[in-house]
């Protein structure tokens, strides 16, 4: 151990300071070279991620397209049933004023009608 004391005592200051200064410098290259493959890992992983969410995104975007398409449909065929129900009932409406005679819709045929409406037999 004092051997190796001696020889580097015999080593001129500067360059060992040297030698110490280019051994820092080789460490922190190898630092930045490790940050930099895991900032590259974590970019690719954040990419990979991001399109993930995308994908799910677009998926959940055609799902309610798709609900949206099937439930519009249904309002149409509801609306379209209660237009007909509404044009089958004016007439019956309709008819029966004109069966009674009557001017204010109050005779038997049209008591039956509304009878009809509400859920009760009638005749």
């Known amino acids: 151990m004092g051997i190796l ?12 300071v040297i030698a110490l ?7 922190w290259m ?7 493959g895991e900032l590259a890992q ?5 990419a990979i991620e991001r399109l ?16 949206n398409d099937e439930l519009t449909a249904r309002l149409i065929e509801k609306q379209n049933q209660i237009t007909a129900q509404l044009q089958q009932l004016e007439g019956v409406i309709n008819d029966a004023v004109n069966t009674d005679g009557s001017y204010n819709g109050i005779g038997a045929d049209s008591l039956c009608v509304y009878r ?3 859920g009760y037999n009638c005749k």
């Not at 993930?52 to 609900?67: H, K, P, S, T, V």
Request: proline share 4%; net charge positive.
């Open 5 to 16: 004391i001696s020889a580097l005592r015999k080593i001129p200051p500067s360059l060992f």
């Open 21 to 27: 200064l280019s051994f820092i410098s080789f460490y």
């Open 30 to 36: 190898q630092q930045n070279a490790n940050l930099r």
């Open 42 to 46: 974590a970019n690719e992983r954040f």
């Open 52 to 67: 993930d969410i995308a994908n799910a995104y677009n998926a959940e975007l055609r799902r309610q397209a798709a609900l």
């Open 116 to 118: 009809r409406a509400y």
